[in-house]
């Protein structure tokens, strides 16, 4: 399924939050903002890109809304009641209670001091609210048969949550704005692990990492103590809700330890009524504002009073909250022309400013004139203080969300172009999720997850879904003839060291492997079952598909004895005889006589450490020249050169081109083969006796070693490992098939049978490469 996601606003830009996300045939609208940096149309969002002919309510399914600040909610009454959308709205108790104050106190400023023309009145904004449906945390509401939202614990400010949206099988987190460090009042931001198909995340920070709360509220406090102390005025423009209160405990709390007697006011009405809704919605507050709450509320200020405009020009130092913040206007923008001339007084700035508002002209710099509008200009000669105590998260709390929500996909809003490329980046690099920040009216388009519901049957589970299965064992064979025990058990290669990695068979995720079959019967239901059920199920049947092929395992050639392993060492020699048998064996003379003394001394130096190892196990060290070279225990030398038959008698395994394990199904490219010698060290008594399954038994040990001891299983006679058998062949004539595969010039010490089925064609590949590269020396 498809999801799309367009924001009308905050892509790349902090403002009007307002995103439109289609998936299921379903339209949700989370946010309804209003810029604040602009005053004409542009600060609402782009509705009539929702319809063309104005018909919001049948285009849209429902409006979600995280939280009261006008850049979430300013437009809402506008596009409720001035464009006609009747649907469904959802936010938080706390949320629905305090935005109406935030709207109305916005209606005033615009209205009854600037003048502007109303964009909604008073009952307009009562009738909006009406339409909301208030949400508790956690709470899971149904909006359609296919439509379901819960919202989470955002931090931020009171009430503001975060929004699971599940449509169908998809789902989508839409975090509005949120803080993952707990303040004085606030909790940190809370959210299970949902792994959405999507995360729309803000990135307001996207590439700031503050400093600890603790350093910057000591830096607050000490900028504030030294004005007033010089006896200074210290203005802090802050919206009514969230910060106001934040900052109001922090300076409290300060006042009263230090027995300060310097008056802190905060603007009448809308913070003051805000406070009234902070102390009856402490449940939404952290743990040590509730746990104080019995015998002092944190919201009863001590040192807070109320301010009035007579006192903008009282004498004396003072401490001033006045909304709204940024410096947008009202009654914080008329304290600043008013005490920015003078050098004594301070503004401090505690928070993010939107570009085009008075107060982000002062962060970009050292300002002595600012253009409060087209007509005026005010000469700025106050300090000007910024410090983050911003209720948005970080760059570094933000990977952490990601990283704990896990999304499949991520949009970015809510933040500048530029730092929001930096974090895109981030985010795909580190945590490899696809990231995107699109632009206002750019559409996102995302391929989710199909979950399809499937019932399986009790044999698929009883053969697949075990949650521990005991480890096989193989069987062992048990022979009658205890000669031929002898052979095997006397070959023992256990101790064989190398270092190629052992051959694992592909499993399926999770690390349980699932073999059966999805059918659909007469009603569209589906269903897993077990292979075996699938011929009565369906009613068919049953066939088998099989594959096989004729192995020869060739002995060596005399040649190929002959050919030395390494042409510039010595000459070869006769591992497995000691130096008695050799004395009786034929000597080439005219060879002898050509070898040097100091050679000469060499080799039988050599034989007699060997023949007093010939019961001992080889020992393997890697050479980067040569490949694999065989070190006698005793002797601790060398010897270069191929095993040789000699009249002792033996048998041994020559692999002469070590499979390339990263690539199976291709053989090694000159010059990058390693040799590798395998020997077996036999009496010759015992080399009489030697049948088919004792050659088998080698074969297995071999492939042991290559491949690991769990792929296959050793039987009485194959090896075998789920559908895949190796078997030793009749002696009768092979099909003409296989025949036309064999090389008749040289006669095969053993003919192998491979046989699998095609789920077990990679362990085919693997074993048949293994093979090919056997040789025989008897």
């Known amino acids: 399924m498809l999801i799309k996601c367009v924001p009308l606003g905050a892509g790349q830009d902090v403002g009007k939050s307002c995103v439109i996300v289609t998936v299921g045939g379903k339209n949700i609208m989370f946010d309804c903002g209003m810029h604040m940096g602009y005053q004409d149309e542009r600060r609402y969002p782009d509705f009539s890109y929702i319809s063309k002919i104005g018909d919001f309510t049948h285009a849209i399914d429902c409006i979600i809304v995280t939280h009261f600040h006008l850049d979430h909610i300013g437009a809402l009454p506008y596009f409720t009641e001035v464009c006609g959308y009747d649907g469904p709205i959802y936010m938080t108790y706390p949320t629905k209670a305090l935005a109406p104050l935030m709207l109305e106190d916005y209606r005033k400023v615009m209205v009854e001091r600037k003048g502007e023309q109303e964009q909604f009145s008073v009952l307009q904004i009562q009738k909006c609210m009406k339409k909301v449906t208030a949400v508790d945390l956690r709470q899971t509401i149904k909006v359609s048969a296919d439509l379901e939202i819960r919202a989470y614990y955002a931090g931020h400010v009171l009430g503001a949550a975060m929004f699971w949206v599940k449509v169908g099988d998809d789902t989508i987190v839409y975090t509005g704005d949120y803080n993952m460090t707990p303040d004085r009042h606030l909790g940190a931001a809370q959210i299970d692990r949902l792994e959405p198909d999507l995360l729309i995340t803000e990135s307001t920070y996207a590439t700031t990492v503050r400093d600890s709360k603790r350093v910057r509220e000591r830096d607050f406090l000490k900028a504030v103590h030294n004005c007033v102390a010089a006896g200074g005025k210290v203005l802090i423009p802050v919206f009514a809700l969230g910060r106001a209160q934040e900052l109001c405990i922090l300076l409290d709390e300060y006042w009263e330890r230090t027995n300060l007697d310097i008056p802190i006011y905060i603007s009448a009405g809308l913070t003051m009524q805000a406070n009234v809704y902070y102390k009856l919605l402490i449940s939404w507050t952290n743990q040590k504002v509730k746990h104080s709450y019995v015998t002092r509320n944190t919201f009863d200020f001590k040192h807070v009073t109320q301010f009035e405009r007579s006192k903008i020009d009282a004498p004396g130092p003072c401490v001033a909250f006045?909304?709204?913040?940024?410096?947008?206007?009202?009654?914080?923008?008329?304290?600043?022309?008013?005490?920015?001339?003078?050098?004594?007084?301070?503004?401090?700035?505690?928070g993010f400013c939107i570009a085009g508002t008075v107060g982000s002209k002062l962060m970009a710099g050292r300002a002595t004139k600012i253009d409060?509008?087209?007509?005026?200009?005010?000469?700025?000669?106050?300090?000007?203080?910024?410090?983050?105590?911003?209720?948005?998260?970080?760059?570094?709390?933000?990977?952490?969300?990601?990283?704990?929500?896990?999304?499949?996909?991520?949009?970015?809003?809510?933040?500048?172009?530029?730092?929001?490329?930096?974090?895109?980046?981030?985010?795909?690099?580190?945590?490899?999720?696809?990231?995107?920040?699109?632009?206002?009216?750019?559409?996102?388009?995302?391929?989710?997850?199909?979950?399809?519901?499937?019932?399986?049957?009790?044999?698929?589970?009883?053969?697949?879904?075990?949650?521990?299965?005991?480890?096989?064992?193989?069987?062992?064979?048990?022979?009658?003839?205890?000669?031929?025990?002898?052979?095997?058990?006397?070959?023992?290669?256990?101790?064989?060291?190398?270092?190629?990695?052992?051959?694992?068979?592909?499993?399926?995720?999770?690390?349980?492997?699932?073999?059966?079959?999805?059918?659909?019967?007469?009603?569209?239901?589906?269903?897993?079952?077990?292979?075996?059920?699938?011929?009565?199920?369906?009613?068919?049947?049953?066939?088998?598909?099989?594959?096989?092929?004729?192995?020869?395992?060739?002995?060596?050639?005399?040649?190929?004895?002959?050919?030395?392993?390494?042409?510039?060492?010595?000459?070869?020699?006769?591992?497995?005889?000691?130096?008695?048998?050799?004395?009786?064996?034929?000597?080439?003379?005219?060879?002898?006589?050509?070898?040097?003394?100091?050679?000469?001394?060499?080799?039988?130096?050599?034989?007699?450490?060997?023949?007093?190892?010939?019961?001992?196990?080889?020992?393997?060290?890697?050479?980067?020249?040569?490949?694999?070279?065989?070190?006698?225990?005793?002797?601790?030398?060398?010897?270069?050169?191929?095993?040789?038959?000699?009249?002792?008698?033996?048998?041994?395994?020559?692999?002469?081109?070590?499979?390339?394990?990263?690539?199976?199904?291709?053989?090694?490219?000159?010059?990058?083969?390693?040799?590798?010698?395998?020997?077996?060290?036999?009496?010759?008594?015992?080399?009489?006796?030697?049948?088919?399954?004792?050659?088998?038994?080698?074969?297995?040990?071999?492939?042991?070693?290559?491949?690991?001891?769990?792929?296959?299983?050793?039987?009485?006679?194959?090896?075998?490992?789920?559908?895949?058998?190796?078997?030793?062949?009749?002696?009768?004539?092979?099909?003409?098939?296989?025949?036309?595969?064999?090389?008749?010039?040289?006669?095969?010490?053993?003919?192998?049978?491979?046989?699998?089925?095609?789920?077990?064609?990679?362990?085919?590949?693997?074993?048949?490469?293994v093979l090919r590269r056997l040789k025989l020396k008897l």
């Open 322 to 350: 006045a909304t709204p913040g940024m410096l947008s206007g009202g009654l914080s923008l008329e304290v600043f022309k008013h005490w920015a001339p003078s050098e004594a007084n301070m503004i401090v700035l505690p």
């Open 372 to 769: 409060l509008d087209k007509r005026t200009q005010l000469d700025v000669r106050c300090q000007i203080q910024q410090l983050s105590f911003s209720a948005h998260t970080d760059a570094k709390g933000i990977m952490d969300l990601v990283r704990h929500v896990a999304p499949k996909n991520v949009v970015l809003v809510h933040g500048e172009k530029p730092k929001m490329i930096v974090l895109k980046n981030k985010i795909s690099t580190d945590l490899g999720i696809p990231c995107y920040d699109p632009a206002n009216l750019e559409t996102v388009e995302i391929a989710s997850r199909c979950a399809v519901k499937v019932r399986a049957s009790e044999q698929f589970h009883e053969a697949n879904l075990k949650i521990s299965e005991q480890q096989r064992t193989p069987d062992v064979p048990v022979e009658e003839n205890h000669k031929q025990l002898e052979i095997i058990e006397s070959l023992d290669l256990s101790q064989l060291q190398t270092e190629v990695h052992h051959f694992q068979l592909p499993h399926a995720r999770g690390g349980i492997p699932v073999n059966g079959f999805v059918v659909m019967d007469n009603t569209s239901r589906i269903r897993v079952i077990q292979p075996d059920e699938v011929s009565s199920e369906l009613g068919v049947t049953e066939h088998h598909m099989s594959f096989s092929c004729v192995c020869p395992i060739y002995p060596l050639l005399d040649a190929e004895e002959d050919k030395p392993f390494n042409p510039r060492g010595p000459s070869p020699i006769h591992l497995n005889a000691s130096e008695d048998s050799l004395q009786g064996a034929p000597v080439d003379m005219e060879h002898v006589q050509e070898e040097e003394p100091s050679k000469k001394r060499y080799r039988m130096d050599l034989q007699r450490h060997l023949s007093l190892d010939l019961e001992r196990e080889p020992v393997f060290e890697d050479s980067a020249e040569e490949g694999y070279r065989f070190k006698s225990s005793a002797a601790n030398r060398d010897i270069f050169g191929p095993p040789k038959r000699v009249p002792g008698g033996g048998i041994s395994l020559d692999i002469n081109a070590t499979p390339d394990l990263s690539s199976p199904a291709e053989s090694p490219s000159n010059g990058s083969t390693s040799h590798l010698g395998i020997l077996s060290l036999w009496p010759a008594h015992i080399q009489e006796q030697l049948n088919s399954l004792s050659l088998l038994r080698v074969i297995y040990l071999c492939l042991v070693k290559f491949l690991g001891e769990h792929v296959l299983e050793e039987k009485h006679d194959c090896i075998e490992c789920r559908s895949f058998r190796i078997s030793v062949c009749p002696d009768s004539p092979f099909p003409n098939d296989l025949s036309t595969r064999v090389d008749h010039r040289r006669k095969p010490a053993v003919m192998l049978l491979c046989e699998w089925s095609s789920e077990a064609q990679v362990l085919a590949d693997r074993c048949l490469d």
